[in-house]
């Protein structure tokens, strides 16, 4: 039987004996280039304190990528909603749709799915082509910097990231068995196998990504 969750670590590189020596100097730095969107999808004109001037999208400038913002507020963008993962297309889904409903959210049925259909029947941002970000997609807005228990991302423009074992899905399937699916962490800023029927958390993302210099990844 297979556990629920297939952690995968990264070898042990000389960053990593930095980082656990601490020689934090060591650690290369990311500048990231993000910019705060409107609900239209124009720059956010805001005071950027997002409890009390909310923003619902962010652009990576660097990749091209935009991003959801999750809210604290409960409904379809609440950023405590879990999801099953699930993908009717066996021409990427790995094998396995994966799980119909299994999480616990709200706005939605709660599987990845029926997510990405919610969000682009309301047309976040202004758009309606939102999808589950692909494993390399999610790496690029890991802030490797960033110490536990994070989260490891820009909380300035990702406010209320969640943290912990179920991680974040993508919409990478896991090759070597068809019940996984890549997901990354943002406490711990590594990949892993979560099983697709089990909930974990969703952050969507649109557009096709350029290559900015911060992916991380792993080999399958």
């Known amino acids: 039987m297979m556990p629920n969750v297939l952690?995968?670590?990264?070898?042990?590189?000389l960053l990593a004996l930095a980082l656990l020596s601490g020689c934090d100097k060591l650690v290369p730095v990311y500048i990231f280039d993000l910019t705060r969107l409107a609900a239209d999808g124009s720059e956010y004109k805001g005071n950027n304190n997002y409890q009390e001037q909310p923003w619902p999208c962010v652009r990576d400038n660097k990749s091209g990528l935009i991003w959801e913002v999750k809210t604290s507020a409960s409904g379809l963008h609440a950023a405590t909603n879990t999801y099953t993962w699930f993908n009717r297309d066996n021409a990427t889904n790995g094998g396995w749709e994966g799980k119909l409903n299994g999480g616990t959210c709200a706005g939605s049925r709660c599987d990845t799915e029926a997510f990405i259909a919610a969000v682009n029947a309301e047309r976040l941002c202004?758009?309606?082509?939102?999808?589950?970000?692909?494993?390399t997609d999610l790496s690029s807005i890991v802030d490797v910097s960033v110490r536990m228990p994070g989260?490891?991302?820009?909380?300035?423009?990702?406010?209320?990231?969640?943290?912990?074992?179920?991680g974040y899905f993508s919409s990478t399937p896991f090759r070597m068995h068809e019940s996984g699916a890549w997901a990354w962490r943002f406490d711990q800023a590594f990949d892993f196998v979560a099983m697709k029927d089990k909930p974990a958390y969703v952050?969507?993302?649109r557009g096709t990504a350029k290559?900015?210099?911060?992916?991380?990844s792993t080999p399958e």
């Open 203 to 205: 952050r969507l993302v």
């Open 7 to 13: 952690q995968k670590h990264a070898p042990v590189s």
């Open 211 to 216: 290559a900015t210099g911060n992916e991380k």
């Open 126 to 135: 202004g758009y309606d082509d939102w999808r589950l970000p692909n494993r």
């Open 151 to 166: 989260p490891t991302l820009a909380v300035a423009y990702f406010p209320n990231a969640q943290s912990g074992l179920a």
